[in-house]
């Protein structure tokens, strides 16, 4: 579940860390109210003006951009606002700017230039540890800095038994560069904070690019990347919004309001299998025979006829789809309960949309679920192997 900046930000100043003031707004006349109050409150005389978008990259696409002035807040919030930015991490289509954030401007002294820094905190998975990873050299460039000087790039291991320690708060502190007392020991108090936040919202990746030290010795996050964990956000409802959300797919959207694993893909073979491990190797067996799978579509070891009705249906929905397989072993769920979920969406649809249909249901009430298929009369083909599966999807690819 990925969490726009100034939710990032929500939470990290929820424990006690201090972020640059901002406000949310969605018009650029909200923009140029919003600049005045950060101006009066902050003495400063420039903004920032965010886009606020699922995706990095932003300053070097232009959704990142400098006010110095209320005109300028207005004009570029106006430009800003209702495009679609194209980032590294979107598609060639790009996202669409709903909202911006205007921020007061940390960089803005007339003391000394800040020190960026790179920091964030992760899941290894392969070790099964919180992992911490930081660099000197914060900023836009740090995904060329990691392909050319990964060197420069320093992790520290966090044993989520112990959890973080005060002589790794001291090491990460000293491997930045900061030697000061001072320093040392907000940096300390910054980071602890920083995985407490962490740990408590149930957090995979924390990132802060750039985190800057100012010249009186505070540290700052000036762009924080949350990524919750989407099977934990029952213990945050405030951020169990990802229904509502405005940039997933129409498809994928559909699906979680349903309660299905699914996962859009760039393929023309629908898929729906029972069980993460199968649907996997059914992937394969597609990419094996020629097809690619066009999505990860789990139903789940208890699905009844509603939710294999509704899982059908999305995949008929999608218009890149050439012809679907459904690979069902029936333990839990009944066989003939997929095919009568099956026959009931497509009948439904089958006069305005028509795409062949490969069938393997093995387990039980198979026997029963062949019959339901064979007397529909629609254009579902029952299989007994994988191997005739293939040559069947195989056989209608060719004939495209």
């Known amino acids: 579940m990925n969490l726009h900046e100034y939710q990032g930000r929500e939470i990290l100043n929820s424990f006690s860390i201090q972020v640059p003031e901002g406000i949310l707004v969605s018009s650029p006349e909200e923009a140029v109210k919003a600049a005045q109050i950060i101006l009066k409150k902050t003495k400063k005389n420039s903004l920032v003006i965010k886009a606020q978008i699922h995706a ?55 003391y000394s230039t800040p020190t960026e820094y790179y920091l964030s905190i992760l899941l290894n998975r392969d070790i099964e540890k919180n992992m911490i990873l930081y660099s000197r050299e914060g900023g836009i460039n740090i995904e060329d800095l990691s392909k050319k000087n990964p060197n420069k790039i320093y992790t520290e291991i966090i044993d989520p038994m112990l959890g973080l320690q005060l002589f790794q708060t001291r090491k990460i502190g000293f491997n930045l560069g900061i030697d000061n007392h001072e320093s040392l020991s907000n940096f300390s108090i910054f980071l602890f904070s920083l995985y407490k936040a ?5 957090i995979l990746l924390l990132e802060i690019n750039p985190l800057i030290k100012t010249f009186d010795l505070k540290f700052i996050p000036v762009d924080v990347k949350i990524i919750l964990d989407n099977n934990a956000l029952f213990r945050h409802k405030k951020y169990d919004f990802i229904h509502e959300r405005d940039d997933i797919d129409r498809i994928e959207k559909k699906a979680i309001e349903a309660k299905l694993n699914f996962l859009k893909l760039k393929g023309n073979v629908g898929c729906m299998v029972n069980g993460a491990g199968l649907a996997m190797a059914t992937m394969d067996m597609i990419q094996s025979c020629g097809g690619v799978p066009a999505n990860f579509l789990d139903i789940g070891g208890s699905a009844d006829i509603e939710r294999v009705e509704k899982a059908f249906y999305l995949i008929l929905k999608d218009k890149s789809v050439e012809t679907i397989l459904i690979n069902i072993f029936g333990g839990i769920v009944r066989c003939d309960t997929v095919a009568e979920g099956i026959i009931n969406s497509y009948s439904k649809i089958h006069k305005d949309i028509e795409i062949p249909v490969i069938v393997r249901l093995q387990g039980t009430n198979e026997k029963k679920a062949k019959e339901l298929i064979e007397k529909s009369l629609l254009p579902i083909y029952s299989t007994d192997s994988l191997k005739e599966a293939a040559d069947k999807i195989q056989k209608i690819l060719h004939s495209k």
Do not use: C, H, M, W
């Open 56 to 110: 990095g990259g932003r300053g070097k696409a232009g959704g990142i951009q400098i006010a110095k002035n209320l005109d300028e807040v207005y004009e570029k919030s106006k430009n800003i606002l209702g495009r679609f930015l194209i980032t590294p991490q979107t598609s060639k289509k790009g996202k669409l700017v709903r909202k911006i954030l205007i921020s007061e401007d940390v960089y803005f002294s007339e």
């Open 198 to 202: 962490y740990i408590t919202f149930d």
